[in-house]
């Protein structure tokens, strides 16, 4: 496979990974065991990707980095809304 | 910030992100509400940017991905290890 595909695959996957833990807490409700800690880090590092992409003016690491902050933060909002 | 230095604390944060999720599962052995499909896409993406890192020779994607991998393969055993 040449690097540009792979690049590509890793990217989709590496940003969509969050979506089944979120659909998971939007459907069960419950949180208690996920790290608000470990969204929060992932928040604040994957837009700081975004803004790597805007400096490198690269659509791809800005969509796919735009779209896992999206799904974190929503992931973070349910994480307080959410807590017991 | 210059893009290099923006790319190397963001490859460190999205790298780490995941360590105080472990942390928490290691301390409370409470895993049930940690998505494990969460955990295998993004095993599965992350060996894919090392894959990708090795093609590009750039050992900075190679380190900081090879980390994470590492990382997530503890969570996912964890998450079936205390799965109840």
Redesign the interface.
């Known amino acids: 496979m040449?690097?540009n595909t792979?690049?590509i695959?890793?990217?989709?996957?590496?940003?969509?990974?969050?979506?089944?833990?979120l659909?998971?807490?939007l459907k069960?409700k419950?949180?208690?065991?996920?790290?608000w800690?470990?969204s929060a880090?992932?928040i604040?590092?994957?837009s700081?990707?975004v803004?790597?992409g805007i400096?490198?003016e690269e659509w791809s690491i800005i969509l796919s980095n735009g779209f896992a902050v999206l799904v974190n933060l929503v992931l973070l909002v349910c994480l307080f809304k959410f807590k017991k």
């Open positions: 040449d690097a792979l690049g695959i890793a990217g989709i996957l590496t940003s969509v990974a969050m979506l089944p833990q659909i998971k807490v069960e419950n949180v208690e065991d996920i790290s800690l470990m880090i992932l604040t590092g994957l700081l990707w803004w790597f400096l490198k």
